[in-house]
């Protein structure tokens, strides 16, 4: 077993509430990296050895050193309390994968984007599906070497209305990982108590 989750707690007995996450964005930005970091048991990861079938078709421009790609989902999880469960999804990023993105949407609750501000195009897409799904989401940044945009400029570039959470984090961090759901709790928690105060 990975001696990284080895050590960590199986699911509590108290816990009652589950909510299902789905962490998307374009190819290479750190999806399956995140779920590692923060996810508290041994994570379900369907990784494969990227071949020469794939030149042509994945879009490799900026993550010319990266060797394996997710095929299916990455699947993790991490109890934010004794009794909230978050159950974390990793989307594939590549285009010919996103067939697979409607499927994962089903049942989920919030979304985070990942994204990388060397290649913010590749985030559009996810952006519009969730869009399209009404799924409420919040945009991580995350901080590879050689970012140098800022948090306002990578909102005007995506056209993010000013009620969209943007955060900042290091994907490889667990705390970093998990303080990006608990910023994506928070704003689901505030929706759902906006949602109350109007029906009332």
């Not at 993550?63 to 999880?77: E, I, N, S």
């Not at 599906?129 to 945009?149: K, Y």
Request: net charge negative; charged share 25%; hydrophobic share 40%.
């Amino acid at each position: 077993m990975d001696s990284t989750t080895s050590d960590r707690p199986p699911l509590a007995d108290t816990a009652s509430d589950g909510l299902k996450i789905v962490i998307v964005g374009g190819f290479g930005v750190g999806k399956t990296t995140m779920v590692r970091s923060v996810s508290e048991i041994r994570p379900l990861s369907t990784e494969e050895t990227m071949t020469q079938a794939g030149l042509g078709i994945d879009e490799t421009g900026g993550v010319t050193g990266k060797t394996t790609t997710t095929v299916a989902f990455d699947f993790g999880r991490i109890s934010l309390n004794d009794e909230m469960v978050l159950y974390l999804f990793g989307a594939p990023g590549q285009e010919r994968f996103w067939f697979l993105w409607d499927r994962l949407f089903s049942g989920t609750l919030g979304a985070v984007v990942l994204v990388d501000t060397r290649r913010v195009a590749d985030s559009w897409y996810a952006i519009d599906r969730l869009e399209h799904h009404g799924t409420p989401f919040i945009v991580a940044r995350n901080n590879f070497p050689g970012a140098t945009h800022s948090l306002e400029k990578v909102r005007d570039a995506l056209s993010l209305p000013d009620e969209v959470p943007l955060v900042d984090c290091d994907a490889r961090d667990r705390q970093s990982a998990k303080q990006v759901l608990i910023s994506l709790v928070d704003h689901l928690y505030a929706l759902s108590t906006a949602r109350e105060a109007v029906r009332s």
